[in-house]
């Protein structure tokens, strides 16, 4: 069993620019919840995604969105970059509604220069 | 006020002693409580759950004080690997498309 995997792990874009990042959840898993972390702090809920709808949606601009597939993967797309939105984007997910059963993969860490 | 708040520490304490941290929560109608556990340039992994009753895995206990909304992660006898980032986590569970909360985390050092 793979886990949870992210691609790319690190990435550097322009301001401006917009930025796809993928996420392949573990097997079984049909819920995938994205996080941003910036340095120092926690991971903060972007949004959440449950049969290829957003599910719930954080406390993020509309620059921030995504997609789940029909075989649960997911895309987490920003447009418009900030320096801001430098970060370690994490991507875990879970079983149906058990958020706290979620495995996180080991992010992409984004730098907008 | 934040709706998961954490001492950020660092704490830095010697091998062998006994540290606990402390969280608080704003949501009273909150549902389920974790610690997780990140380590430099990591994932955050579930270190454990946090019962009413409180609950004990080796030498780590979680209690849960709903009253005073906050809750607690001690543990003893600390070794040079629990050296970590320790996130307190809360589920609001109010609606069935919950999400999961985290605290900003408090820095965990053990030395020598």
């Known amino acids: 069993d793979a886990g949870v995997t992210q691609s790319p792990t690190h990435l550097i874009k322009t301001r401006g620019q917009q930025v796809t990042l993928r996420c392949s959840p573990k097997?079984?898993?049909?819920?995938v919840s994205w996080y941003q972390q910036a340095l120092g702090q926690g991971p903060q809920f972007i949004f959440q995604?449950?049969?290829?709808?957003?599910?719930q949606r954080g406390n993020f601009p509309d620059r921030f969105s995504g997609h789940q597939f029909p075989n649960y993967s997911s895309e987490l797309n920003v447009n418009a970059l900030w320096l801001g939105d430098s970060a370690l984007y994490l991507c875990?997910?879970?079983?149906?509604?058990?958020?706290?059963?979620?495995?996180f993969g080991q992010g992409t860490r984004l730098t907008v220069v | 006020r934040k709706e998961v708040e954490q001492d950020p520490g660092p704490f830095n304490v010697p091998e062998g002693a006994t540290v606990a941290f402390n969280c608080t929560y704003s949501?009273?109608?909150?549902?389920?409580f974790f610690w997780y556990r990140q380590d430099c340039r990591k994932e955050p992994k579930l270190l454990m759950s946090?019962?009413?009753s409180g609950n004990e895995d080796g030498r780590f206990t979680a209690q849960l004080n709903r009253a005073s909304q906050y809750i607690s992660l001690l543990i003893r006898d600390s070794k040079l690997s629990d050296s970590a980032t320790y996130l307190c986590?809360?589920?609001?569970?109010?609606?069935?498309?919950?999400?999961?909360?985290f605290g900003s985390g408090t820095r965990l050092s053990i030395r020598p």
């Open positions: 875990a997910s879970s079983p149906g509604s058990d958020a706290h059963k979620a495995f």
């Open positions: 097997s079984g898993h049909d819920t």
């Open positions: 995604y449950y049969e290829e709808e957003e599910r």
């Open positions: 949501n009273s109608a909150s549902q389920s």
């Open positions: 946090v019962y009413s």
């Open positions: 986590v809360v589920e609001p569970g109010y609606s069935s498309a919950s999400k999961i909360i």
